[in-house]
C-alpha cells in the first residue's frame, strides 16, 4: 500500500456516488459503434492470417505440401512448422508454480507432433482475409495418425490425483471418518451425476492484430489479463516483457477464454516478425471450440449422510474430470464444499483422466458453476428423503464457522438470502409432492438452490492525475469485458476526490499502463477499485499538503484536521477553494499519484476470514406432460455480496449468470466424439445457448451487506456468483414438477420424456 501520514489525511467523505446505478460510461461509445474491438483496429499495411487445423486429433505430419497456396493470388506468406521461427518447447504438462500457468510459452507450429484434432498446422497470410482462407484450402497433409483416448468413462480407472487443482487450491480434504459416518447414517444419499463439455463462446471471437517497430511489438487483442498475457507473448518469443505492448480496450466477452494467448496472438506476432508489417488474425468460431479452451466433462458423486433431524454427519463430494494429455487442468469442483454446510465428517477429492484434446480453461465460475450442479441437486434428493423443506435442511446445517479452515466468516448470509427469496418467491406455494402442481397440460415446479463463490483481491496499481481544470484521469491496466469496469472505476475516483462524474476520466487496456490483477475470479472491481481508492488517497494527501503550503495557495497555513474533498472542493475547518482553481494555482501542470493493493492471500484479513459471496437461487418451470417440453416460467437470485458498488451493473450480472444456470441445465453441451476426438457440434447453430424465449422474468435482490474484511469499500465480487447454483435450481424445479431425477446434464427431452407420469386427458 502507498505510505500515508495519518496526521494528515484527508478526511473521508461520501458523496453517494458508489451505490447509485449510474449508466455504463461506455455504453454511448458502443451504441454509436465507436468502441473498437481488437479485429477492427486498423494500420496501414495490414495483412490478414488464416489458420489451417489438424484433421486428425493425434499423430504427426508426414508430410505438407505448400506449393499451391504459396502460387495462389495475393498470398504473402505460408507458415508451417519447417519455416516458423524458433521458439522454445512448450514444456512440461505441469508448471512448477500457478502464475506459471498464465505466463509460460505457448509455441505454435514448432513440431510436426499434433495433440489435439484442429491444433494448428499452417498460417496463410494475404492481402485480404478471402485470400488467405482461399490459399489455406489449396494446402495439402497426410498425418501419420496415432490411436487417441477420447473418453472419460471408459478411461476412469486411469485417474490420477493431480498435485493441486486450479488457483493451487489442495487437491484432496479429508476431516473426521466420512465412511463410517456413511454406514451408520440413518438416511443417506448416493449419487452420480455427469456434466458435459461445454464452451465459452463470447461474442467477440478470439482476434489479433500484431505489428513490430523495430524490436517493439504492439499487440491489439481481446484479452482479460494484459500482465499475463504480455509475459506469455514474451515467454514465446523470448523478448523481455517491457519489449511488448498489449492494448485491450474494450473486450465482447471472455468467460475465462481469455486469460492467455492464444494461438491467433502468437501466430499474428510471428507473422508480423518475418513479414515486416502488420498481421490481423481471427479465429472462426469453429476454431475457437478446438483452440480457445473449454470446460472439461466430470463425473461427480455426492454423497451426503444425516442423523433423523436432517444435521448432516457426513459430507463427499468426488469428482473424476477430463484434462489434456500435455497440458493439466484440474477445475476445483469441489473446493466449494468445504465450506457451505457444516458436518463433522467430510471428504472432497479431485481425479484427472488424460485424454487426446487440448487443454480445459477457466470458464465462468470455475468449480462452483459445475459442483453446484451435482451437489444442490444431491441436498435437494436428500431432503426429500428426510420429508423436510430444502430450505429448512439448509438451515439446520449453517455452520458456526468455516467448517474445513475453522476460522470466522467474515460475513455469511446465506440463510437470509434464503428466508427472503422464499418470502419474495411465494415459496409456501411449492407442492412438496414431485408431480401433484398442475395448469392443464402443464406440470408446475418450484425449485430452490444455495449459491456460494469465494471473495477474492488481486494485487493491483492504478495511477491517478488531476489537471488546472480539474479533470481527473486514472489509469490501469484493467480490462472491461462488458461487467462495467469503466463506470464503477469512475465512481470510486468521482466518489474519492469528491468531483463530478463528468470530471473524471477512466483509461484501460493498455499494457504501459500500471499492471493490475486484471478481470477474472470476481476480483476486478475490488482489486482495481482498491488500487484506485489508494491512488486518490495519495492524490488528495498532495493536494492537501501543497495547499496549506503554497504562497498561491487561498488555503495556505489552514490546519488539516478536517479536511474534505466534495463537491469540486477542498474544504479546511471554514475555509474552502474550488478544487480546479486550486490546482490551477499551485500546480498548473498539475499532481499526480499511485496506489496499490495487495493480493488477499497476502493479507492478515484473507488468512483470518473465510471470505464468500451467498446467494439463493429460485426457479419455476412447466413441463409440457404429453412431450416433455421444458419452459422456464420465472427465477428470482437474493444475493449478500458485500456494499454494491452499482446496482444497474450488478444486476446485469447476476442476470447474465442466472441464464448460464438456465444453459448449464437444460441445453449446453459440446459433445466429442469418441472415435475421432473432434468436437462435433462447433457452432452457435448446433452448440445452444439460452436465447430470449428461452429466458423468463428474472427477479434480483441484493440484501443490504456490508464486509470490512473485504476493502475498503465493503464490496465482493459477483460476476460469477449468479451463475453458482442457479442450474440446480432450474433442474430441482424440474424435479418437483414431474418427479423425474435427470442427473445427466443437459436435462433434454431423450432423457425426461420416457419417465414423465402418465396423466389421463
Known sequence: MTETKTSNRPRETRSGIIGRPFDR????????????????????????????????????IAEIDTAEAERA?????????????????????????????????????????????????????????????????????????????????????????????????????????????????????DATYRTPFEHHNPMEPHATLAAWSGNELTIHTSAQTLANFRAG?????????????????????????KLIAHAD????????????????????????????????????????????????????????????????????TAVFARSLYAAPNRVTRHRLVPLDINRGEWMRSPGEAPGMLAFECAMDELAERLGLDPIELRIRNEPAQDPERGVPFSTRNLVA????????????????TPGRAREGRKLIGYGMAAAIRPNYIGAATARVAIDGDGRVTARLDMTDIGTGTYTILTQIAADSLGVPISSVKVELGDSRFPRTAGSGGSWGAASA??????????????????????????????????????DGELRVGQRSASLAELVRRIAPDGFEAEGSVAAGAATQSYKAYSQHSYGAHFAEVAVDCDTGEIRMRRMLAVMGAGRILNPKTARSQIIGGMTWGIGAALMEQTVLDRRYGHFVNHDLAEYHVPINGDVPEMEVVFLEEHDDKANPFGAKGIGELGVCGAGAAVANAIYNATGVRVREFPITLDKLLPALPVIAI
Not at 422464499?422 to 409456501?428: D, I, N, Q, S, V
Not at 503554497?550 to 484536521?561: N, V, Y
Open 233 to 257: 507473448v514474451a515467454s514465446t518469443l523470448r523478448i523481455p516483457p517491457e519489449r511488448v505492448r498489449i492494448i485491450s480496450p474494450f473486450i465482447g466477452g471472455g468467460f475465462g477464454s
Open 265 to 332: 496472438t502468437i501466430l499474428a506476432a510471428l507473422a508480423a516478425k518475418v513479414l515486416q508489417r502488420p498481421v490481423k488474425i481471427a479465429l472462426t468460431r469453429q476454431q475457437m471450440f478446438a483452440n480457445a479452451g473449454h470446460r472439461a466433462e466430470m463425473i461427480q458423486q455426492v454423497r451426503l449422510s444425516t442423523d433423523t433431524d436432517g444435521r448432516l454427519t457426513g459430507i463427499a463430494h468426488d469428482v473424476w474430470s477430463a484434462t489434456s494429455s500435455f497440458e493439466e487442468y484440474c477445475e476445483q
Open 529 to 566: 477499485g482498491s488500487a484506485l481508492h489508494d491512488a486518490c488517497n495519495a492524490l488528495k494527501e498532495r493536494i492537501l499538503e501543497a495547499a496549506q503550503s503554497s504562497e498561491a495557495s487561498p488555503l495556505r497555513g489552514a490546519g488539516a484536521t478536517d479536511a474534505s474533498f466534495a
Open 417 to 432: 438470502c434464503m428466508e427472503e427469496g422464499a418470502r419474495r418467491f411465494g415459496w409456501e406455494r411449492r407442492n412438496p
Open 73 to 189: 493470388p495475393a498470398v504473402l506468406l505460408v507458415m508451417t512448422h519447417r519455416n516458423a521461427p524458433a521458439q522454445p518447447d512448450f514444456g512440461p504438462a505441469v508448471t512448477p508454480t500457478v502464475p506459471e500457468v498464465f505466463t509460460r510459452a505457448r509455441p505454435a507450429l514448432n513440431s510436426e507432433r499434433v495433440r489435439y484434432y484442429d491444433e494448428p498446422v499452417a498460417l496463410v497470410v494475404a492481402e485480404t482475409f478471402e485470400a488467405a482462407r482461399a490459399a489455406a484450402g489449396l494446402i495439402k497433409v497426410r498425418y501419420d495418425e496415432e490411436p487417441g483416448l477420447y473418453d472419460l468413462s471408459g478411461h476412469v480407472a486411469d485417474a490420477y490425483a493431480p498435485k493441486r487443482t486450479n488457483a493451487g487450491f489442495e487437491t484432496d480434504s479429508v476431516i473426521g471418518d466420512f465412511e463410517s459416518a456413511l454406514a451408520a447414517a440413518p438416511v443417506k444419499v
Open 25 to 60: 460510461i461506455d455504453g454511448p461509445l458502443k451504441v454509436r459503434g465507436d468502441a473498437t474491438y481488437a479485429y477492427e483496429n486498423t494500420l496501414e499495411g495490414t495483412a490478414f492470417g488464416y489458420i489451417l487445423g489438424a484433421a486428425v486429433a493425434k499423430g504427426r
